[in-house]
């Protein structure tokens, strides 16, 4: 009964961070606008945090094992709150970046901590449940968001901060009074390194045998980026969006995803195979994007982007089977590479969307539907040359050694 009561304190502090992240995405663009910022500005506001999340979440794991779980859980939140704090009362673009680069660093404590607690609290049988519940965490977190951030909007644009920074403390406290220390001093690495990601690993693997796979899991980050990272400014140039209608479109956009992965995929992938998955995932993902640069009026901004999120939502769990099928003797390393590629895509995707906006309102969605097109097309191909399923690939190394 205990461990399920921190279960759910740690369940509500994922929710919380990620809503977090998914908050400020509808609101982002109308700070740009008013502080004189571009296409590039907004990009780089976006970038940012994942550059920083992508760089300190292996050394906050590597911190919570040797001072615990719970110290680094408590300086997540508050870190998080702190954050939220300084982007509400932010009244200049470099404060943003500011505000948006110590979220990144900070928050970012809290899911490594998150993670290695319910390994540390929940027997084999039960540890997938546990990861689970993270896992549902993030993805709720991400589709109450960018609705409740446009709905609070309508107050001030600096509210949805305040009253998600006012959530990241609840949660500190919570954990703070009813969360127990789940790593006992006898067990704590005094001896674990701190380690930073190494990129040439990174782009070592892309010549192996999974190359094709890791850039299909970049790609994958890359296209939801630059369609998310850069919707609120698309609409609101082209359509006159407010930061409540970019919320509620992008709140139906996270709850497709939520469905198409929680629901669809299984029984899609044991029909017709993650390899087909992948190659209509692709195609479709492409013509989505070609789609929603023909939507005019608020149905078809809904449907097209709505369709698009059903083909790109579908790539990631067939993508990271097939890994993880390949790479039998190695499947940790192999999916730990994986979440880099992807952690680099969400970096670079927005900061794509930015540039290319600046050039042209459709040119984002326009290269995003050539990229994958061509990536459809060198999938077709890399899917005959390929090696069987049943032969795995042994990965040795990994990529913060």
Known sequence: MNNRK????????????????????PIMPFYIESFGGNGLGMGMLMAIFSVMQFIFAPIWGALSDRFG???????????????LLMFGFSTQLWMMYVARGLGGILSSATLPAAMAYIGD???????????????????MGMVLGPGLGGTLAKTSLSTPFFF??????????????????????TKRDLTSKIQMPKISILFRELRGPLGFMFLLAFAVMFALTNFEGIFGLYAQYRFDYTATQVGLVLTIVGLISTIVQGILTGPTTKWIGERNVIKISLIGSSLGFVLMMFAKTSVPVYVTAGFFVLMNAMLRPAIQSIISKEARSGQGIAMGLANSYMSLGRIFGPLWAGTMIDINIIFPYLSGAIVFFFLFLAAMIWMKQSRSMNEPTVLPVNVTN
């Open 6 to 25: 921190n279960l759910i304190i740690l369940f509500f502090t994922m929710v919380v961070v990620m809503m977090s992240f998914g908050i400020v995405i």
């Open 164 to 185: 998600a920074a006012g959530l990241s403390m609840f949660a500190l406290l919570l954990i703070f009074i009813f969360v127990p220390e789940s790593l006992e001093k």
């Open 121 to 139: 609290t929940t027997d084999h049988k039960n540890r997938g449940a546990g990861m689970g519940i993270v896992g549902a965490a993030m993805g």
């Open 69 to 83: 779980r719970k110290p680094i859980l408590l300086f997540g939140a508050f870190g998080n709150a702190i954050s």
